[in-house]
């Protein structure tokens, strides 16, 4: 089975980041491709449009988003659109990523596995309750009831980039918050082991960020009452799963 094509967010102007990235990449016979990261401040861009304040300041955040996170997600948007249009399943990777030894051994058992599983994160889990799928040898791949945290690098089959597109119309939310609340899109994410990258950060961001500014105080019941509801829907879409998984397994 061909390993699938690997694609590398990063802005055009971060050379020292693409530098990074190409040599870890090279040195392990990995193909990939740049995907030029969108410009947040390019407000030219139709994307852009997508965006939602009003959801934004008074049902999410409570604050403006950064240009650095609206290009986040709208890179990452196209690229699920890419996957679409393809019709192929692909890797996508941050460019700050820091690729782990044996990497392109993982990318053929994604190849193998993308179908089936439609999202498969392929950086450590950062937090949350994970349920083993499947076990051998030399591979793991475990459901994550929480997929927040970043997306440095995942891989996606059609099927499951359909699925974010057609529950993405309209942005209010960090693009790793959306992909980790499946009653969104009816997407779960998979975790593999072994991981294709880790998180180190040897960068500063030049893609998200967040204003660490005070929400305003009178925005706070409205995003609170918000945040109880997408708490609660996550929490009967995982108790559904699980109990899903318990009838079929």
């Known amino acids: 089975m061909p390993v699938m094509p690997v694609f590398v967010i990063s802005l055009k102007r971060s050379q020292e980041r693409r530098d990074y990235i190409a040599s870890q990449l090279q040195a392990q016979g990995i193909d990939f491709s740049f995907f030029d990261a969108i410009d947040g401040s390019d407000k030219s861009n139709p994307l852009l449009k997508r965006y939602n304040y009003t959801k934004r300041l008074w049902l999410?955040?409570?604050k403006m988003p950064t240009n650095g996170e609206i290009g986040c997600y709208a890179s990452h948007y196209s690229l699920w659109q890419k996957c679409?249009?393809?019709?192929?399943?692909?890797v996508v990777v941050e460019d700050d990523a820091k690729i782990c030894p044996n990497a392109e051994q993982t990318l053929k058992m994604v190849a193998e596995k993308i179908e089936q599983y439609g999202c498969l994160r392929l950086e450590t889990v950062i937090r949350g309750e994970t349920i083993p799928m499947e076990e051998a040898?030399?591979?793991r791949i475990s459901w994550m009831s929480d997929n927040f945290g970043g997306l440095r690098?995942?891989?996606?089959?059609?099927?499951?980039?359909?699925?974010?597109?057609?529950?993405?119309?309209?942005?209010?939310?960090?693009v790793d918050n959306y992909l980790g609340a499946p009653y969104f899109h009816g997407m779960e994410s998979y975790h593999l082991h072994p991981d294709f990258a880790e998180d180190t950060r040897p960068f500063e961001t030049?893609?998200?960020?967040?204003?660490?500014?005070?929400?305003?105080?009178?925005?706070?019941?409205?995003?609170?009452?918000?945040s109880a509801y997408r708490k609660l829907r996550l929490y009967l879409h995982n108790k559904k799963f699980k109990k899903n998984l318990n009838r079929t397994g």
Request: aromatic residues 16%; charged residues 25%.
């Open 206 to 226: 030049t893609i998200q960020f967040y204003d660490e500014d005070k929400v305003p105080f009178y925005r706070k019941p409205s995003r609170e009452v918000y």
């Open 137 to 139: 040898e030399h591979y």
């Open 60 to 62: 999410t955040s409570g």
């Open 84 to 90: 679409v249009d393809m019709n192929q399943p692909l």
């Open 153 to 174: 690098a995942y891989a996606l089959a059609p099927w499951a980039a359909k699925k974010l597109l057609n529950g993405s119309k309209t942005w209010s939310l960090p």
